[in-house]
């Protein structure tokens, strides 16, 4: 259901991008959308009055507006071209959403090479690593090698506390991958809810990213208020890679000696990152004298 408000979201949104500086005409699918995703027929009426109408409504699209929710009065509107905009600007319109559609499919592709190049990478490290026979202390795989976002910089994070953790999450996710542009506000928004009441709780991002800068930029616009391993030292750290899955986002839930405890892959079938969440919850609420490894 958010995957699927967030598409309606970001359709929504790129209706607003502008032709010489004039916001687009709707189509009868975007109202559809709208429709879908909240706006009443009173929104959607004076949203048509300000941009008016790409095209003409026939009867698919008056049925698609009825499945909708759109109301009698405002499909009648439609039919009868009370939104109706010119045809020169119904023609830029569409020639709009045609280049739009055309760069969006460009950067899917894009995001879905570097995927794959993704996955190919983690293949060959876990592949030369071989099986995790011993699980080192998850601190000691980290000492001196964290940094964290402080005043809008990147900064030297103080990892002394970090050996009491009990409770530590991996969390791998790169700026360029969609699914983590999705699932970071989330995970974000539980850290702030639960950080305080359990200070024996901590994330570490693994980057996926290409570059320090491209890491940097991915603290920046996310806000991450947990610390996130050293680009300049990731190469060293084949070991706490292991611990990743087949693709990101991808998070596991470890105790402090390293055992995992939850996470987003079971073998290489994804069960998703919200599993761990739910762990993390189970653990929280067995209280102070709840054993972590009993939730296994």
């Given at each position: ?5 967030v ?5 929504i949104h790129a209706?607003?991008?502008s032709?010489?500086?004039r ?9 559809c959308l709208m ?5 009443s027929n009173e929104a959607?009426q004076?949203e048509l009055?300000?941009r008016?109408?790409a095209?003409?409504?026939d009867t698919a699209g008056?049925?698609?507006l009825?499945?909708?929710g759109?109301s ?7 039919k009868?071209?009370v939104?109706?905009?010119?045809q020169?600007?119904?023609r830029?319109?569409?020639e709009q959403r045609?280049?739009?559609a055309q ?12 995927d794959t190049l993704?996955q190919?990478?983690r293949a060959?490290?876990r592949?030369?690593s071989?099986?995790?026979e011993?699980?080192?202390a998850?601190?000691?795989l980290?000492?001196?090698d ?8 990147v ?17 791998f ?8 542009r ?5 995970l974000i ?11 024996e ?12 800068a491209e890491?940097?930029?991915?603290l ?10 050293d680009f300049?030292?990731l190469?060293?750290k ?9 693709s ?6 470890l105790?402090?000696?390293?055992k995992?405890l ?6 290489k079938?994804r ?5 761990v969440?739910a762990?993390?919850?189970a ?14």
């Amino acid at each position: 259901m958010r995957r699927l408000f967030v598409i309606v979201f970001l359709l929504i949104h790129a209706a607003f991008s502008s032709v010489s500086g004039r916001v687009l005409p709707l189509t009868v699918k975007e109202v559809c959308l709208m429709l879908r995703s909240g706006y009443s027929n009173e929104a959607v009426q004076r949203e048509l009055s300000a941009r008016q109408l790409a095209e003409t409504c026939d009867t698919a699209g008056e049925a698609a507006l009825r499945g909708a929710g759109a109301s009698p009065s405002l499909i009648d509107a439609i039919k009868g071209g009370v939104y109706q905009t010119s045809q020169a600007d119904a023609r830029a319109a569409l020639e709009q959403r045609a280049a739009q559609a055309q760069r969006q499919a460009l950067e899917t592709e894009r995001l879905r090479k570097m995927d794959t190049l993704y996955q190919a990478q983690r293949a060959r490290e876990r592949t030369a690593s071989g099986p995790l026979e011993t699980r080192p202390a998850v601190a000691d795989l980290v000492k001196g090698d964290l940094v964290y976002l402080n005043n809008g910089s990147v900064v030297r994070f103080n990892d002394e506390a970090l050996g009491s953790k009990k409770l530590i999450a991996l969390y791998f996710s790169a700026s360029w991958c969609p699914g983590c542009r999705e699932f970071t506000p989330q995970l974000i928004e539980y850290y702030k809810r639960v950080k305080a009441q359990h200070p024996e709780f901590e994330i570490i991002l693994v980057s996926g990213d290409r570059s320090a800068a491209e890491m940097g930029v991915h603290l920046q616009k996310t806000q991450m208020p947990w610390p996130a391993v050293d680009f300049a030292k990731l190469p060293g750290k084949e070991t706490l890679k292991r611990y990743g899955g087949e693709s990101i986002p991808c998070l596991v839930l470890l105790d402090a000696s390293g055992k995992v405890l939850a996470d987003t892959f079971e073998g290489k079938t994804r069960v998703g990152p919200e599993k761990v969440l739910a762990t993390l919850d189970a653990i929280f609420a067995g209280g102070p004298g709840n054993q972590v490894a009993q939730v296994r």
